[in-house]
Each structure stands twice: as C-alpha cells, then as structure tokens.
Nanobody
Framework: HVQLVESGGGSMQTGGSLRLSCAPSGLSVSDFSMAWFRQSPGKEREGVAA???????AYTDSVKGRFTISRYGYRNTMHLQMNSLKPEDTAMYYC??????????????????WGQGTQVTVS
C-alpha cells in the first residue's frame, strides 16, 4: 500500500524560506519520478517541481531560481526547498509519485499517487 505524507508547511513572511518534506511508504523515491504540486482556493492544481529517476528536474516558471526539489534515497524522502517566498506561493502543497519513472512532468495526469497536502501561507 503506497502512502505519501507531506510535512513542513506553515506560515511565513514574504521573503522567508520553508522546506517541505515528503515521506513515502510502499515505494522508493529513487525508483520513480516524484513531484510537488500546489493548489490555492479557486484555482486549478499546478505542477511546481518534478524530479525524474535520473535526477533530471523541472520547475514551473514562477518558482525557478527560488525553489529546489531534491531527494535522499537513504532516507527515502523528497523535499522542496522554498526560498524568497511570495504571497502568491500561498497554497496547499501536494507530493505526488509517477510509477513510470521515465517522465519529468508537471502535468497532474501523469501522477497516480498523492499525499494529503501541507498548507503554506505567505503574508
């Protein structure tokens, strides 16, 4: 049974930093493509950052240079380091897994496993 559990969300002032974590059970972060998505009220869920099995990464334009996705196989965790936070980064952030491992996609339809989300609020 695959389960993704996010943590690390919270409230932060503009310009601050947060580090989100995703701790999966039932899968290895090193074997599959992983990603972070976010959704704010009234908006569609959007892909923020993705990392492929070979460590290729992708970012949506609005976070390039500010966010970094990473993973640690020995801990079986994945992270999203978020720096220079802006109010528009406020959203529920979700961890997702793509079992193909061959894609580095920011498209929601490519991901089949999702966490429950962690809230990030920037003011």
């Amino acid at each position: 049974h695959v389960q993704l559990v996010e943590s690390g969300g919270g409230s932060m002032q503009t310009g601050g930093s947060l580090r989100l974590s995703c701790a999966p059970s039932g899968l290895s972060v090193s074997d599959f493509s992983m990603a972070w998505f976010r959704q704010s009220p009234g908006k569609e869920r959007e892909g923020v950052a993705a990392i492929r099995r070979d460590d290729l990464t992708a970012y949506t334009d609005s976070v390039k240079g500010r966010f970094t996705i990473s993973r640690y196989g020995y801990r079986n965790t994945m992270h999203l380091q978020m720096n220079s936070l802006k109010p528009e980064d406020t959203a529920m952030y979700y961890c997702a897994a793509d079992f193909s491992g061959a894609r580095c996609s920011l498209q929601e339809r490519q991901y089949s496993r999702w966490g429950q989300g962690t809230q990030v609020t920037v003011s």
